[in-house]
């Protein structure tokens, strides 16, 4: 069975610093792999996703992540943050192969963003 | 383009009274549906998810069930709410080749 780690549960940092959210997944095959995004009191939106290919993956709002096996770990990065990325950050793995590929959710990191 | 709907967005029930959340999607045929749980201050927890009409699996054992009445509606229930089953309930849609990708903008279902 699939896992995932989130190992920061809150991170804080100032509008315009880089931003690094860290994620390890635990599968035994290729992964699929995602990020999302979640506003208070609100549904997730998807940032972006691997499935396979270029490790380096371009999501929306400025977002991109990136692939190592190796490592296991499939962190999100950003530049230059902006006020408005305060939200709530979940990675999730899903299962290359099944008949419903469910999906695995890191329990998340809460965002901060000061001025 | 594709879209999903959840309703209620927020609900307050009383112990041992039923549920009855709903979940549709426009825009798509046979998605495979997803209903998540999330607790204040965690991770997602999958609840129920089907690959077609009338076909359910259940994840957690519990006092809730679902239905797919329809192709593009699922439906979550439970006959007695218990305190527990507090939380933000999400639907989700996704292709059936792949995970879900698109949540609903949730359920906040409090129990007193």
């Known amino acids: 069975a699939q896992s995932v780690t989130q190992p920061d549960i809150h991170i804080t940092v100032s509008e315009g610093a880089s931003l690094e959210l860290r994620c390890n997944y635990s599968?035994?095959?290729?992964?699929?792999l995602f990020w999302y995004v979640q506003s208070p009191g609100q549904g997730l939106q998807l940032l972006l996703k691997?499935?396979?290919?270029?490790?380096l993956v371009q999501g929306i709002k400025g977002f991109e992540a990136e692939f190592k096996r190796s490592q296991s770990s499939f962190n999100l990065r950003k530049p230059s943050v902006h006020w408005s990325d305060a939200a709530e950050y979940f990675c999730a793995v899903g299962a290359s192969s099944g008949s419903a590929r469910q999906l695995t959710f890191g329990s998340g990191t809460q965002l901060t963003v000061l001025p | 383009s594709q879209t999903i709907h959840q309703w209620p967005a927020t609900l307050v029930q009383p112990v041992g009274s039923p549920l009855s959340l709903e979940c549709t999607v426009e825009?798509?045929?046979?998605?495979?549906l997803y209903w998540y749980r999330q607790a204040a201050g965690r991770g997602l927890q999958l609840l129920f998810y089907?690959?077609?009409?009338?076909?359910i699996s259940s994840e957690v054992p519990q006092n809730l069930s679902a239905s797919r009445p329809q192709d593009r509606q699922f439906i979550l229930s439970s006959k007695k709410l218990l305190l527990s089953d507090s939380g933000f309930y999400l639907c989700?849609?996704?292709?059936?080749?792949?995970?879900?990708?698109?949540f609903g903008d949730g359920t906040r279902l409090s129990i007193l």
């Open positions: 599968y035994g095959a290729t992964p699929y």
């Open positions: 825009g798509t045929s046979n998605p495979n």
């Open positions: 089907s690959v077609g009409i009338g076909q």
């Open positions: 989700a849609w996704g292709d059936s080749d792949y995970q879900p990708q698109h």
């Open positions: 691997y499935f396979s290919g270029d490790t």
